[in-house]
C-alpha cells in the first residue's frame, strides 16, 4: 500500500516555504518513521504544493540520505515518488532532489564508512 505524505506538514510554521536544515529533515525522518518504512520496503509519494520554493541539501540530507546509503539509489527511486501540485513547483524541487542525492552518494559517515571502504555501498553516481 502506497502512503501519500503532504511534505507542507513538515514546515516549522505555516509562514515558511522551503525545508531547510540537516536536524529538521532528521526529524522529519522520525517522525514519518522512515527506517521502519524502509525495513518493510514500503513505497512512498511525497506531495509538494504549490507555493513551496525547495529543500535545502541540508535537510534533503537529514530526511533521505540514510535511506539512499543503506538501500541503495535504485531502491530509494523506485519506492521514494515525489508529486508536484504544478509544473513550477516541480522545477525548483527537481533540481533540488538531484543534488541531495549526489551529496547523499559522496557522503561518509560513521554509519556507512566500513561499507565504503569495503566497497558494498551501491553508489549508482550516474544516475
Known sequence: MEK???LKKYLPTSNHNYFNGRPEGKDTRI???LDIKDEKKEKLTFFVNKGLVG????FFLGLFS???LKCGLEDFKNRYIFEYEDEDTKKLFEK?????IKAALRETNPENLLDKL???INNDRNN
Do not use: P
Not at 529543500?55 to 541540508?58: E, I, L, R
Open 96 to 100: 533540488d532532489i538531484e543534488y541531495g
Open 118 to 120: 569495503r566497497g558494498n
Open 31 to 33: 517522525s514519518l518513521q
Open 66 to 68: 540514510k535511506t539512499i
Open 55 to 58: 529543500m535545502n541539501v541540508s
Open 4 to 6: 501519500l505524505i503532504y
